[in-house]
Nanobody, 125 residues
Framework: QVQLVESGGGLVQAGGSLRLSCAASGHTFSSYTMGWFRQAPGKEREFVAASIWGGGTEYYVDSVKGRFTISRDNAKNTVYLQMNNLKPEDTAVYYC??????????????????WGQGTQVTVSS
């Protein structure tokens, strides 16, 4: 059983920064593709970024390219999302997700097997 726990959310002014963390337990972390998603009130869950297993590529949704960076520390079983130059439209609950040995449609929530509980990010204007 894989457990994912996010942390690092909060309230920040526009232009500010936050770093989200997602700690994983119960699996060989390096073998998992890790994704970050977000969901704003009344909207569908949206892909934000993914780190492909085995030292593969990182991917981002266009709206966060150049502002957000996904990284992982396999020794600590943790994936991070560094968010800079935050905008009010980034306000959402952010979730991390995991799936083993997968590098396909990483942008689809349905492709992931495990999810964290989410952490709220609120950006004020």
């Amino acid at each position: 059983q894989v457990q994912l726990v996010e942390s690092g959310g909060g309230l920040v002014q526009a232009g500010g920064s936050l770093r989200l963390s997602c700690a994983a337990s119960g699996h060989t972390f390096s073998s998992y593709t890790m994704g970050w998603f977000r969901q704003a009130p009344g909207k569908e869950r949206e892909f934000v970024a993914a780190s492909i297993w085995g030292g593969g590529t990182e991917y981002y949704v266009d709206s966060v390219k150049g502002r957000f960076t996904i990284s992982r520390d396999n020794a600590k079983n943790t994936v991070y999302l560094q968010m800079n130059n935050l905008k009010p439209e980034d306000t959402a609950v952010y979730y991390c997700a995991a799936r083993a040995y997968y590098s396909g449609r990483y942008h689809l929530p349905s492709m992931y097997d495990y999810w964290g509980q989410g952490t709220q990010v609120t950006v004020s204007s």
